[in-house]
């Protein structure tokens, strides 16, 4: 008679054999989406634009550890063109408006940071952005359209910041949410010089996620951003896009910015969790650099900062 434990069980099987076979076709999409990415890099990399602009970068460039990176990482720039094209349809049509020479920019973007550190130099790659504003501590969620607002209209002070957590039974802001050392200030790049951060990537908003819907109702009730400020949301057309580098963005916005008449500083408006496939980053050293959130922490601001007056609502058209 048969032992029951020796005896193969057809089901078990079948379903290795699926799980066999998932492996395998996993890898090879992993494998043709890096080839995908190297034939695009390859073609990019070798158009006349991409080089024109790469170019116009390296002679206008004045910091030389940027300078040794645009020289050394070229690869890291494939979307450059597209970035340059999606802002100057932006900026070509700001500068049709009574905008003074220095403008504050706010990009609006899905976001995050992992893997590996950059120089916060990199993300000032030529003078035409005099600084780079980042709101909340890393690893940090940015919550709610209101703080889009806050930000977009320069009303938003240190003073204004909540957080709390997405874990179950959290619902309101908490001390115990907040970094251990959170600065007076915002994360000035500026001064950060060429002190090490997290790599950021965006991602462009999608029609489903509501954000910008939202913020153009809160300009509807609370009145416009005002003179001299200019906000870009990430949209591009199509379902699928990719996430880009910040590094890109800030390049290719600079670029923009320099063939134009303005100079600016620009603020980010994106979440900076932690999303590192790896290792996840130091953490003690966020904290020196700047601040850094527990896991799962997420920044709003205080409703009391839409408190809008009238003489605000006039002032906002000429300031």
Known sequence: MSDPSTMRNPTTDLLQELLTSLEELKKYVILASILKRIHIVESTTGSDEWKRLMKLAEENCTNQTVLKWLKEKPSTFYQLVDMFNFFKKH????????????VDITFVAHGAIGDFMIPASCLLPLASIRDLVLYSPWNCVSGGVVLTYAMATGKLKPQHRLFYTKKVGCMFPDKMHQSVKLPDRWNSMRQAGDQMIPNITVSPLRPDDGVWKSFESLTKKYGPIGRNRIVIPFILPGEESESVPFSVVTLALSLVLRQSRFKATVHLDTCLA???????????????????APDETVMICSNDILSFSVIDYFKSFFS
């Open 91 to 102: 900026i070509d049509e700001e500068q049709k408006k009574n905008h003074s020479d220095t």
């Open 274 to 292: 932690d999303k590192s496939i790896g290792q996840k980053l130091d953490r003690e050293y966020l904290e020196k650099q700047y601040a850094c």
